[in-house]
Nanobody, 123 residues
């Protein structure tokens, strides 16, 4: 599967952005989908994950209550709604797809990655 992330940009602290990740192929619903981010000089970190049919989600603690992951299997797209953005959310955000059915926070368990989209939050 090929993944294409979009929706990043420059926003002021407190603002919102919605990231999208469009997937190619007809088997999108068979993948667990995750969002990860990497800030300059830092390791890539988990942000959010959603199960194949949206029954389960999981979030990194610092984004809980502010970010929402969702998916539309009919559109082969996963979303990340980001509200109340903070300067520390500044990073390149990437989406990833995982073949096996269990949701996971570990990037090593993901099989396919999209290119990142830059999110910059100004103070």
């Amino acid at each position: 599967v090929q993944l294409q992330a979009s929706g990043g940009g420059l926003v002021q602290a407190g603002g919102s952005l919605r990231l999208s990740c469009a997937a190619s192929g007809r088997t999108f619903s068979s993948y667990v989908m995750g969002w990860f981010r990497q800030a300059p000089g830092k390791e890539r970190e988990f942000v959010a994950v959603i199960s194949r049919r949206s029954g389960s989600t999981n979030y990194e603690d610092s984004v809980k209550g502010r970010f929402t992951i969702s998916r539309d299997n009919a559109k082969n797209t996963v979303y990340l709604q980001m509200n109340s953005l903070k300067p520390e959310d500044t990073a390149v955000y990437s989406c990833a797809a995982k073949n096996s059915p269990l949701i996971s926070r570990w990037d090593s368990e993901y099989d396919y990655w999209g290119q990142g989209t830059q999110v910059t939050v100004s103070s």
